[in-house]
C-alpha cells in the first residue's frame, strides 16, 4: 500500500444476514522499510538458524519475533544496541514458512521470511 494513514473494520454477515462491524482500527504506512538489515541463514532451516545484524540499530531495545502463518507470535526476544548477532534454536518449531520481524517500539525495522524444514 502507498504510504499514509488507514482505518480498517472487518465486517461479517452470517447465512441470514444479521451484520457485526468490529471496532476501528488505525494504522500508519511509513516509507522507512529496510529489508537489508539483517541477515538470516540457512534458510531453509531446521530450526537453527543464525541473524546478523548488518547495520546499527536504534538506541533503544528492539523486539525480535517469529510469527506463523496464523499471525501468532512462536517467539520472541530482546536485541540490545550492539549486538551483532543472534543464534535462534527452535527445534520443536512446527515445518512450514515464517516471518522474522524486527521491531523497534510501535515501528517496523525489518522483516525476514524463512521455512523451517
Not at 26 to 47: A, C, H, Q, T, W
Amino acid at each position: 500500500v502507498d504510504t499514509g494513514n488507514y482505518v480498517i473494520t472487518a465486517t461479517a454477515t452470517d447465512n441470514l444476514g444479521a451484520v457485526s462491524i468490529s471496532d476501528a482500527i488505525e494504522l500508519r504506512v511509513e516509507d522507512f522499510y529496510n529489508p537489508d538489515l539483517i541477515s538470516l541463514y540457512p534458510n531453509p532451516n531446521n530450526g537453527f538458524f543464525k541473524i546478523d545484524i548488518l547495520e546499527e540499530l536504534p538506541a533503544q531495545q528492539c523486539t525480535l519475533s517469529i510469527i506463523g502463518l496464523t499471525g501468532a507470535i512462536v517467539y520472541q526476544d530482546i536485541v540490545t544496541p550492539g549486538e551483532i548477532s543472534k543464534d535462534i534454536r527452535l527445534p520443536d518449531l512446527q515445518a512450514g514458512p515464517y516471518v522474522l520481524m524486527l521491531t523497534s517500539g510501535k515501528i517496523i525495522l525489518t522483516t525476514k521470511k524463512f521455512i523451517k524444514q
